[in-house]
């Protein structure tokens, strides 16, 4: 098929990369014309003696997933193996120590880490933040970064799996794995951590209150249940504070950010991340303050939680019925015991309010998914790709 009667749009693109390598040449998988091959021609100097920048010139197709390798000679590839291809949203780019960029980069980069403050002093009980640092970050020093708040920060990167109640999301590891091929903008992601036995407390509208009751002794006879400890069993009242936590949020923790790291700032340049209680607190920053983030993502939301004294769950007729705000939703749910029930109603609500999906929100449905850390770290690339995309 020649190239003028292609049906799918197609993109002018341009492909660096550095090598001492003689004659390189670009091989890039084309849905319509199959494997297609284009030599680079020399651009400029590399970093060391011997090493050149090479550039190719191309006709991509315009979406998808763009899958190539460069050929360094007969029977050798980068990335190295016969059947290896790198996958980016890019066309055009730099590849640097396998690598992927948007940008010339520093001629040595430095890895990402995580950076840990044990004891983070605020209005709320001091706790933990955790500080995702992205690759480059110490080089280039003119770049300023959106930033991902995640709540539970004690489960979200796999660098202090050990801090964790209950698994890591590996938000670390997934974030490394996107920028580096390109699929995702490189971003702060701090972690904040919960306040252990306030956590439900701390991540609860305030327009709710839940009613907990005390253990009895199991086993014990009702007539030996004294005065003292049936009035202990009694529910107690467990009053919403999430309005308190976001303005530490707001007033401390991002302040703190803003002082200490490089960030953009802005709602287009925010977001939140969180699962079970943490995805009803982002539900309620996101509607009740739209100032702090513009990007949420409610996974395995405890809406459940919220159901008012007519059995209707609050936080879902907030959104069937308040007034819009200009937001990005990421709404989820697995199918194992997650609450599939209520967050499709989230959905419908949405949708009712005039929400778009695909546009303003995403509904995903994570089939076989339970209630759990491993199910959130699954789906957490999907998140990160839909708020901040690479551009």
């Known amino acids: 098929m020649s190239s003028e009667h292609l049906l799918a749009p197609r993109v002018e693109g341009r492909v660096h990369y550095l090598t001492a390598y003689p004659n390189p040449c670009l091989e890039f998988k084309d849905p319509e014309l199959g494997l297609r091959q284009v030599a680079f021609q020399p651009a400029a100097e590399g970093r060391a003696s011997g090493e050149k920048r090479w550039l190719a010139h191309a006709s991509f197709p315009a979406n998808g997933d763009l899958k190539f390798r460069i050929k360094l000679s007969e029977g050798h590839y980068d990335p190295p193996g016969p059947d290896r291809f790198y996958s980016t949203q890019l066309r055009i780019l730099l590849l640097q120590d396998g690598q992927i960029y948007s940008y010339f980069p520093a001629a040595k980069v430095s890895p990402p880490r995580v950076m840990k403050i044990p004891r983070f002093i605020g209005t709320l009980p001091t706790r933990p933040l955790y500080v995702y640092l992205p690759r480059g970050y110490d080089e280039h020093t003119h770049r300023h970064y959106p930033v991902i708040y995640m709540h539970d920060g004690q489960n979200v990167f796999e660098t202090y799996v ?47 209150t839940l009613y907990t009751r005390a253990r009895r002794s199991p086993r014990k006879p009702e007539k030996e249940i004294g005065k003292v400890e049936r009035l202990q069993s009694r529910p107690r009242p467990v009053y919403g504070r999430a309005h308190r936590t976001l303005m530490y949020y707001q007033n401390e923790v991002q302040r703190y950010v803003l002082r200490h790291f490089r960030s953009l700032v802005g709602r287009e340049n925010t977001a939140t991340v969180g699962s079970s209680m943490g995805g009803l607190f982002s539900a309620y920053i996101a509607w009740d303050h739209p100032d702090f983030a513009r990007h949420h993502a409610i996974m395995s939301p405890s809406f459940w939680i919220t159901r008012n004294q007519e059995g209707a769950l609050e936080t879902i007729e907030h959104f069937r019925h308040g007034e819009r705000r200009d937001l990005r939703l990421w709404l989820d749910s697995g199918t194992h015991y997650d609450g599939e029930r209520d967050t499709r109603a989230a959905r419908d609500a949405l949708l009712e309010n005039g929400y778009e999906e695909g546009v303003d929100f995403r509904y995903y449905l994570d089939h076989g998914a339970g209630h759990n850390e491993g199910a959130w770290a699954g789906r957490l690339g999907k998140v990160f790709q839909f708020f901040f995309p690479v551009e």
Not at 167 to 180: C, P
Not at 194 to 208: C, F, V
């Open 162 to 208: 050990e801090d964790s109640f209950s698994g890591s999301w590996k938000a670390d590891m997934t974030a490394n794995l996107l920028i580096a091929q390109g699929k995702m903008r490189e971003c702060l992601i701090v972690g904040v951590a919960n306040g252990s036995r306030s956590r439900i407390a701390e991540y609860l509208p305030p327009y709710m």
